[in-house]
């Protein structure tokens, strides 16, 4: 006689993952309220380690919750809808757990740092943000057990999906806001969508050409160096030890152990003795991990600030000593300044200005390229480049569209932009380039042998590039180099110091002493 089939039991119902999952919303609903305000006092450097994981483990939820989103949407939108199935749940469980962990991570980071982060408004707003996420995320799988094990409609889940996404958005956004600035994702905006955003126009008019003496020094060197260095820990968004450093007022106010800068003493200034620190020190700054600053970008700020930190004089107005000049043409896109220029006086009427027709191609260019080209001075056709602004929106082929100036350039910036040897390749018609810096860029050793035939090349800067020995040694036959920055190369002691031997007038920066 054949044995009866059970019927299933319908009153099996999902109340233990119902039960736990309650109780994980309510511990991440309390968790800000009994912990309070961030101090960061007593706390063990275990709540910073597991802190820190929170830039890794956020990424997963993002990823599966849109993954979910797509696959309902084919669902609802395809020729044929089918029930939900228990092995559906596998992926909610996957992003409910790693949005709890993701928000878990975050509050530890947002407590292990505490001052950092306290009356930060953007900050708090993130935090809720995410914990809201995670509230809902958890939700939404619990629906959607529901879901599965009545056979319901799914429509409850659908409905908290959409919610949760949205919500991901936002506390997303502002996650992106602190660490890149609050226009990261509409900076390069097309017009008519930030015009439906209420956004300022994106195009930036051409500002008249700057010669190196009238460039403002805070303006225009200053303020760009912190902008690389500082500003990303240092802003409205993510004001590290309460010390803003985005504008010259907040600049000289300062943070929590006081003002920033004290006009006339480098010496005494906090941001110097932070950046003169030992590497190794924990109150050096950058801190570890971010790009450190370099010696020549040191030396003009404390030449800037001994000489009173005025932010609305120009270059013109400062005595420029030689080794400030060198160092400017090392760091910024700008070619070296001469004594007279650093005077004020008006450069020699026999030079030749840009012609017509290449002010009418400069436009064009800088145009698509704002604020990246520029001529050397308004009575010479010489012209500097610089991607800082570009970066990783710059590749070869955005490189290829200065071939027709490049004869004109006498400084080159390409610092981390997408450029390959493929771009160096085209400075072969670049003979009176005498600066270029190609920091953070994928170029290798074949590149060398494109500089080795500019006549003109003074300063070379192949910092955190793939450059080795074999290389670098080829540089022996450039006798006119001045400087070379090969610091986070694969490029050995033994190497350098064999170059070294052969150009003992050239500066070789390895980082070494920094």
Excluded at 160 to 184: E, N, R
Aim: glycine letters at 8%.
């Amino acid at each position: 006689m054949p044995q009866d089939i059970p019927a299933p039991r319908t009153e099996n119902r999902p109340w233990v993952i119902t039960f736990f999952g309650i109780l994980a919303m309510a511990g991440l609903i309390s968790m800000p309220l009994l912990a309070g305000a961030p101090t960061a006092a007593d706390l063990p450097d275990l709540v910073r380690f597991i802190g820190h994981f929170h830039p890794l483990v956020l990424h997963l939820p993002i990823g599966v919750f849109a993954l979910i989103l797509l696959q309902e949407l084919g669902a609802i939108f395809g020729s044929r809808s089918r029930p939900p199935a228990a092995g559906s749940l596998f992926p909610m469980f996957i992003g409910a757990a790693s949005a709890a962990a993701a928000a878990i991570a975050g509050f530890l980071l947002y407590h292990g740092h505490g001052a950092d982060y306290a009356g930060n408004a953007l900050a708090e707003r993130h935090l809720w943000g995410g914990l809201a996420f995670a509230v809902a995320a958890v939700l939404t799988f619990v629906v959607k057990v529901w879901t599965v094990s009545l056979a319901a409609n799914p429509a409850w889940f659908r409905l908290l999906l959409f919610g949760s996404v949205g919500v991901m958005g936002f506390a997303s956004h502002d996650g992106a806001s602190m660490t890149h600035g609050s226009d990261y994702l509409t900076q390069y905006a097309p017009e008519p969508l930030r015009k439906a955003l209420g956004l300022d126009p994106g195009k930036i008019e051409n500002a008249p050409v700057k010669s190196s003496a009238e460039q403002v020094v805070y303006a225009d060197i200053v303020a760009p160096i912190l902008e690389r260095r500082c500003v990303q820990c240092h802003k409205e968004e993510k004001a590290k030890g309460k010390f803003r450093m985005d504008t010259y007022e907040l600049l000289v106010k300062g943070g929590k152990e006081g003002p920033g800068i004290e006009p006339g003493n480098a010496a005494k200034s906090n941001i110097i003795v932070r950046m003169e620190l030992p590497e190794d020190d924990d109150d050096h700054m950058p801190p570890e991990g971010k790009p450190d600053i370099e010696d020549a970008e040191v030396l003009v700020i404390k030449w800037w600030l001994d000489g009173g930190a005025d932010p609305k004089k120009a270059l013109s107005e400062f005595e420029v000593p030689d080794k400030i000049t060198d160092a400017l043409a090392s760091i910024t896109s700008m070619a070296p300044i001469s004594s007279a220029a650093a005077g004020g006086h008006a450069a020699p009427a026999t030079l030749e200005g840009p012609s017509e027709s290449l002010k009418s191609e400069v436009a064009a260019l800088s145009a698509q390229f704002p604020g990246a080209l520029s001529f050397e001075s308004q009575q010479s056709a010489a012209m500097t480049f610089t991607a800082v602004s570009l970066r990783g929106k710059f590749d070869d082929a955005s490189f290829g569209k200065l071939a027709s100036i490049l004869p004109h350039l006498v400084t080159l910036d390409l610092s981390a932009t997408l450029i390959t040897d493929q771009s160096v390749g085209l400075l072969k018609s670049a003979a009176k380039l005498r600066m270029v810096r190609l920091s953070e860029t994928g170029v290798t050793d074949s590149a060398i042998d494109t500089l080795l035939k500019l006549p003109a090349l003074e300063s070379v800067n192949f910092y955190g590039t793939k450059i080795t020995d074999s290389g670098i040694l080829k540089l022996a036959a450039m006798p006119k180099l001045k400087r070379l920055y090969l610091w986070q190369t694969a490029v050995t002691p033994a190497a350098i110091k064999a170059l070294q031997e052969k150009l003992p007038e050239c500066e070789i920066v390895t980082g070494a002493d920094a």
